[in-house]
Nanobody, 126 residues
Framework: QVQLMESGGGSVQTGESLTLSCVAS????????VGWFRRAPGKEREGVAT????????FYADSVKGRFTISRDNSKNTVYLQMNSLKPEETATYYC???????????????????WGKGTLVTVSS
């Protein structure tokens, strides 16, 4: 059973940066896609970015391309989300999620993710 724990949320001003971390436990291989999703108050959950642990290939939502960077450190079982130039509309609870995939698979933000963390709140004020 894979368990995920997010950290790094907080309150920032518009245009500032924040880095989220997702620590995974219980995984026995690197054959996973690990993604970041967010849910703003009153809105549906949306995918932000995802990465293949095996080779590091990443995929981003159009809304965050050029501002957010997802990365992983397999030695620490950790996936990061570096968020720059944050906007007030990006205030949300950010969730880390993982799904088992072949090591050659291209990760995307659609499809089912089997394991989820409890989330970390990011608040961006204007």
């Amino acid at each position: 059973q894979v368990q995920l724990m997010e950290s790094g949320g907080g309150s920032v001003q518009t245009g500032e940066s924040l880095t989220l971390s997702c620590v995974a436990s219980g995984a026995t291989s690197n054959k996973y896609c690990v993604g970041w999703f967010r849910r703003a108050p009153g809105k549906e959950r949306e995918g932000v970015a995802t990465i293949a642990l095996s080779y590091g290939g990443a995929f981003y939502a159009d809304s965050v391309k050029g501002r957010f960077t997802i990365s992983r450190d397999n030695s620490k079982n950790t996936v990061y989300l570096q968020m720059n130039s944050l906007k007030p509309e990006e205030t949300a609870t950010y969730y880390c999620a993982a799904t088992l995939r072949p090591s050659w698979a291209i990760c995307n933000l659609t499809g089912e993710y089997s394991y989820w963390g409890k989330g970390t709140l990011v608040t961006v004020s204007s």
